[in-house]
């Protein structure tokens, strides 16, 4: 059975998703900060960020079970979206939104490209609010950059952050779903 006329419902079943959450990111960026899915798991991780006293222990327990049961959470619902949502030509449609949704959560293309273009247009003009948008993309102090360092801080950390947070998440939707969160979960706990 096909999904869109002319490609099998397995493959729009992958690829919708994939070009819906792109879509969404174009069009809507980061979602707001007080229902973003980093600052909500950020939340659920802060209170084990403080002494204990098995601290390798309490990390590793919180940087594998919460990314773990995040990614669970996400996986879940696709799953259930797809055996339980309405289906259009062989096309878990539900499952292929909450997909999109996941995806969308775990990747970011337009806040970086805005940010990178913000820093490039503002190194030469305005070094000062160069270095203020710059600290969005990098974790070194940019006091000290000139404009031309800024530029390339602003590309280098660009063109991590894509890899990061935008190809690897969609790169590992391919896997699933999940992984796609596995994967952000894990770079929040890198941060830690």
């Known amino acids: 059975m096909t999904g869109a006329g002319f490609l099998p ?26 229902i973003h899915p980093v600052a909500l798991f950020g939340r ?9 006293a098995r601290p390798g222990l309490v990390g590793v327990a919180v940087a594998v079970v919460l990314p773990l049961a995040a990614a ?3 996986g879940g619902s696709v799953a259930l979206a797809a055996e339980y ?15 999109a949704a996941v995806c969308f959560s775990a990747a970011s293309l337009r806040m970086l490209c805005d940010v990178t273009g913000e820093v490039v247009a503002e190194s030469e003009g305005d070094p000062d609010a160069a270095r203020e948008s ?13 404009p031309a360092d800024l530029r390339s801080a602003a590309v280098e950390s660009a063109a991590e ?13 391919v896997a ?7 994967l952000g979960a894990a770079y929040l706990s890198y941060r830690l």
């Open 134 to 146: 710059v600290r969005a993309l990098v974790g070194r102090d940019p006091a000290a950059l000139s």
């Open 85 to 99: 949502g309405p289906q259009t030509g062989g096309v878990p449609v539900l499952a292929v939104a909450v997909a």
């Open 44 to 52: 659920v991780v802060a209170p084990f960020d403080r002494e204990w």
């Open 72 to 74: 669970g959470v996400c």
């Open 176 to 182: 699933g779903a999940t992984g796609a969160v596995a």
């Open 161 to 173: 952050n894509l890899a990061d947070g935008f190809v690897a998440p969609l790169g590992w939707f």
């Open 9 to 34: 419902a397995p493959a729009v079943t992958l690829l919708a998703p994939l070009l819906l959450a792109v879509a969404l990111d174009l069009a809507f960026a980061e979602p707001p900060r007080r």
